[in-house]
């Protein structure tokens, strides 16, 4: 996966900004080094289900349907990873207690489904209603290897994006604390793996979806259309040409 990073280095000299795409995979951290060789360490702070709605959102912009729908079923699943441990943070059960519970069921979806609804019902003393929908389309796409038309995979990304809002909309009325409390202690997690690193940027993505940016989407098409818009504007070859321009009236300048 890739993102724009900035250059610390290069950031020193406001006469010389450099922004690059560099990648990242499932720990979050980016080890690069900028067009002008600086070395560059950064760590994407973006929670996980966004990144995976953000990694989905591409594919179905680019038309990998099976893509698109795997991505935003993973996403769904560690929004509710997510919203559990913030949820219990909000009755007061520590960092290490969830741990120590979510062990147990790391590699069950069905257990964590039901930890989040309990979880849930606890905060906010009412039931959260599911879409029954999303489990079957799910399990053809993943478990039978079903390639699903654009329609019905935009249809899908839908349904699970919805569901996913309305999960963020109960931290967000409940939980605003716990919210920020439980992203930070995850991305120090991420700062103390960099070992070595002294100087370490830090990059949020512009993703389709993000639970601490206001205001929230109205809809899934709106969001997916300026997301869109976005990646039209701020593509890796535009980048490159900005980049390029800069540094190169920067350097007339130095001339003159």
């Given at each position: 996966?890739k ?13 010389t ?6 990648d990242?995979?499932d720990?979050h ?6 067009p ?7 760590i ?46 909000r ?13 147990d ?14 979880a849930h019902?606890?905060?906010?003393k ?27 995979a ?5 349904s ?10 109960v931290?967000?009325?409940?939980c ?50 300026k ?13 490159s040409?900005?980049?390029?321009f ?11």
């Amino acid at each position: 996966m890739k993102t724009i990073v900035p250059c610390p280095t290069c950031g020193e000299s406001e006469d010389t900004p450099t922004l690059f795409f560099a990648d990242y995979y499932d720990d979050h951290t980016i080890r690069a080094q900028c067009p002008l060789g600086h070395p560059v360490v950064a760590i994407v702070q973006n929670p996980k289900f966004e990144t995976l709605l953000e990694t989905g959102s591409d594919s179905l912009v680019l038309g990998q349907t099976l893509q698109a729908s795997a991505a935003f079923s993973s996403a769904r699943e560690r929004a509710f990873e997510f919203a559990t441990q913030v949820l219990l943070r909000r009755l007061g059960i520590s960092r290490d207690v969830y741990r120590a519970m979510f062990k147990d069921m790391s590699s069950q979806s069905e257990r964590q489904l039901g930890a989040f609804l309990t979880a849930h019902l606890a905060v906010t003393k009412t039931a959260f209603t599911l879409n029954q929908s999303i489990p079957k389309f799910r399990n053809n796409v993943i478990h039978k290897g079903k390639i699903p038309p654009p329609d019905e995979a935009l249809s899908f990304c839908s349904s699970v994006f919805d569901e996913i809002r309305l999960v963020c909309e109960v931290l967000r009325a409940h939980c605003r604390e716990q919210i920020g409390a439980v992203i930070l202690e995850k991305n120090s997690d991420r700062v103390r793996d960099l070992k070595g690193s002294t100087r370490i940027a830090t990059v949020s993505l512009f993703s389709i979806y993000s639970i601490t940016s206001d205001p929230t989407p109205d809809s899934f098409e709106s969001a997916l259309e300026k997301y869109r818009e976005w990646k039209q504007l701020f593509s890796e070859n535009s980048v490159s040409s900005l980049m390029y321009f800069l540094q190169k009236n920067h350097k007339k300048q130095e001339n003159s």
